[in-house]
């Protein structure tokens, strides 16, 4: 089953989009202004209160997990796009297509790679130079 046609994968859309609408914040502001409102009805009692904590925790609790469902689907579909332009750039590097699975230290080791290729663009352009070459990544660059 694709994950477009999952009832979870719907109801995770459709979630995401309407807590990201501005009517939802309306909605969300009206009911703490009522819940603020009605302290004085309810002596600013412990059970007014809880109502209020128990509401939010539980409505927090459940949206990180459609949130995190919602932003790992579209890291994903980023992350293909970006592997389908390394892929048909000419001169890219392949390598690079499924660097998110690298370690730490593997990302920190390329990470000061293309720093030294940065600071050299940045200099070239000082000099009046194009930093638009296909410059190799160095081995023996820390």
Known sequence: M???????????NWTARASGHPAAFM???????????TGPVFAW?????????TGTTIVTFLMVFLIQNTQNRDS?????KLDE?????????NALLDIE????EELSH?????????????????????????????????
């Open 76 to 80: 994903h579909a980023v992350q293909l």
């Open 2 to 12: 694709h994950y477009r046609n999952s009832r979870f994968g719907s109801f995770a």
């Open 110 to 142: 390329l990470r000061k790679r293309y720093a030294v290729l940065a600071a050299r663009a940045r200099e070239e352009i000082k000099q009046g130079r194009r930093d638009t070459d296909n410059r190799e990544l160095e081995e023996d660059q820390p």
């Open 45 to 53: 009692s412990d059970t007014w209160q809880l109502v209020i904590n």
């Open 85 to 93: 332009l390394i892929r048909a750039v000419e001169g890219a590097h």
């Open 101 to 104: 699975e690298l370690n730490d």
């Open 27 to 37: 909605t969300a502001c009206s009911v703490i202004v009522v819940w603020a409102v």
